[in-house]
């Protein structure tokens, strides 16, 4: 993965620019110790590393703007960090860049009930909002399963989803409105306790925006009610085809579970023998699908679901009948990461969308894949959205074993977009999938999208290197080339 | 006055037309059919591009939840088309041509995801931005490009998608979109709370907000409004009526309907056709379509709502109800345009837009909110990201936006 050449000269006025950010973030919100600054290397994505020039840590909206305005002026680029729990690299720092760190920002800055939203500085956990306004019986609803560690900034950045977005929505759906800084130290806010933005939806673009366009410091978030009641269903079909058949079947029913995941058999296999939930490993693919709503609509649906995989070729079910038995039959799945991580010294996980009727096809495929890298792979599913999570196995002290690796998993998403689907449903493209964005958009597609990026940040300072495979001066990508002056195709329909 | 008018038959047609206008310097009026071209600032424009023979579906899956369509098709096709497949556009989008003399059902799906609307179920489901997944467009560099994705969980590259819905044709000429489609409800059912004052009316929306019975519209018509609903047991009230819908699978509406029944201290409750009928006035805004009167959409936080009323019943002559629960007033003002009122009453704590007014007002009275200085700069810079010669619809949203 190549990152944008550092610029020596920035290297070289590294004093300096301690000196300017500690004028700005006095004490030990600025480090520059190499061992305090291991902690920084990377992210979620342990395979690339790299130490930041130097670190700070605001802890006001006024010292990040000051911050950011600073390394304008110097021409020093800035990555944004929230926990750091990325999977895509978006927070890998820059050997000749700021990490800005948004840790300080750790307060919950009110809850309202009455307008059901709470504002949140972004280095809140995820959990942490729904925590605080648990009492009340409400939740956040977006829930990754690095809630506990993961910011809401970061959620932001990322526009994170979780098991429960099919019917919850994602990060994007969920956020009402933030406090942002430009790279030249402005300071905005968009939407806020009320709905909509009443002119373009800025903060729809800034979500999901990987930290390229502005640094996020305050989130409004939406709050829901938790449901009354809850209960899962656990399906296996003998086939992968009838577990995604069944899928189809139950939202062509007009039902759209809480939560409907799904494992393949290495998954299942790995998942079983770490945590026991008593999953039947005689069948290749298992569902899970979680109802919740009212105690009558609960049960309503657990009837109608499993009506629909009797019909479907389910050769194995089992339904929750209180809240402990509905926690086991979720242990395996959300222990299938770290049960893959059992029984392989590394995993990679990647994070494609297909249409769902094309898993059979993609499931096939990537067996044939994994034939010829040599690699073994599991999958969990987020079915109800066809976002595919396949686990490929691999031992990184064996050498050329990750390279294959990222190999097996590049060819995965190439195939995702193949059959109709994209590079990645929540984890983002980072500096993992960034070259592979040209399998997905035209050189047109991404200049569109890297003109956006000029309006927030002509000089192109923050968190370079990720999202776009080539980095176009905007300068260059505002010439526009218009010959003529008569109308060159007069076959058009006119009236 | 429009001289000329493109109506391409695809993609590249639409870009033909951009290039032209851009080498002739010449702005393009951006139109589906046309229907709500009485929202937004006047667009000067000698020239227009009319999206109407762009037609049909390019790729439904039900089951996919995703619909794909040219950006000319008629609303009142896509939602055939999903009724018969009962699923729907979760956001229940509003038909608002009757607000401008039009008939009903006349809009194109490129037109609504323009305009970006949502109706009542806003609250639960989001707005036009929370379904609309991808789209094909030409910018006025003439480039025809594509944005988002067919899929609906997708974080690859910037949502532009939701830039593009809600920039009223100011952006790009859209040609294509993908919108995110949802099971239809099996049944629905309104509770009516009567002759409550707003304050004490908002308690209730409120409090069925608060609970976990997915409460799926909530409104508030005051006496006079209430009165011209064409629901009997709203018109007959003789009073305000508080509404709170309940939608979903039979057994779960009864079961939630009766809870909420005692918890709310319903008058009584509306069955699904009398609810499609009642939600469909207050989603519409059938109780001010027939007067010319300078008609307002306020957004503002929903536990103010009575409070922004109140002030603004306090400084000018209008009729106003209130929908997402309390977060949404609309009034119709009588005598002058109202719009320093309006602004006045929501400050800074939200957005008023001008729905419907003659074009001598929409002239001369910001259209949209004004935007605070910053937001304003970004807003210029996002625009010329899309359109640097400002050939779309000029000045529809903004002066110079
Ligand atoms: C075990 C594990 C499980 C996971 N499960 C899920 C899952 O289920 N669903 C899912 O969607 N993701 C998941 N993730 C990925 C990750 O947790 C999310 O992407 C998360 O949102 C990142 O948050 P963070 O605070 O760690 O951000 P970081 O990793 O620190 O940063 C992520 C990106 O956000 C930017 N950023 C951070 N804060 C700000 C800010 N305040 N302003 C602007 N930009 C900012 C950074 O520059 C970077 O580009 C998982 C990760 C792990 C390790």
Redesign the pocket.
Known sequence: MKMPAPDSGVIARRREIVDRLRAIVPGEGVIVDENELRAYEC??LTAYRQLPLVVVLPSTTEQVSRVLKTCKEMGVKV??????????G??LPLEDGVLLG?GK?NRILEVDFDNRCAVVQ??VT?LGISNAVAHAGFYYAP????QI???I??????N????HCLKYGLTTNNVMGVE?VLMDGTILRLGGKHLDQGGYDLLGIITGS???L????EVTVRLLKKPATARAVLLGFPTNEQGGDCVAAIIGAGIIPGGMEMMDKPAIHAAEAFVHAGYPLDVESLLIVELDGPAAEVDHLIGRVEAIAGQHGACYSRVSRSEEERLVVWAGRKAA?PAVGRISPDYYCMDGTIPRKALPLVLQRMQEMAERYSLRVANVFHAGDGNLHPLILYDANIPGELERAELFGADILKLCVEVGGVLTG???V?VEKRDLMTHQFTETDLEQQQRVKCAFDPDGLL?PG?VFPVLHRCAELGRMHISGGKLPFPDIPRF | MTISTFRPETAAQAADAVRWALSNAEPLEVLGRGSKRGLGRPVQAAHAIDLSAMTGIVAYAPEELVLTVRAGTPMAEVQALLAENRQQLAFEPPDLAPLYGGAAGEGTIGGLVAAGLAGPRRIKDGSCRDHTLGFEAVNGRAEVYKAGGKVVKNVTGYDVPKLIAGSFGTLSVLTEVTVKVLPAPETSATMLVLGREPDAALRVLTQALQSPYEVSGAAFLPAAVAARSGVAAVAGAGGSAALVRLEGFGPSVTARAAALRDELGCDGVLDAAESAALWAEIRDVSYFSAADRPLWKLSVPPASGPAVAAALQASVACELYLDWGGGLVWAAVDGGDGAEAVRAAVGANGHATLMRAPESVRASVPVFHPQPAPVAALTQRVKASFDPAGIFNPGRMHAGV
């Not at chain 1, 944004?80 to 990325?86: I, K, L, Y």
């Not at chain 1, 829930?143 to 690095?146: K, T, V």
């Not at chain 1, 502005?214 to 410091?217: C, D, E, H, I, Y």
């Open positions: 992210d979620g990555v944004p960090r929230g926990a750091g729990t990325s999977l895509s978006g927070a948004m920002f972004p280095g995820n829930d990754p399963s690095s560690a993961c910011t900034g970061g959620n932001v950045a990322e994170s989803g979780g098991v942002m990987e930290g390229l502005g640094v996020v410091t990461f929540e984890h983002g980072g968190n990720k």
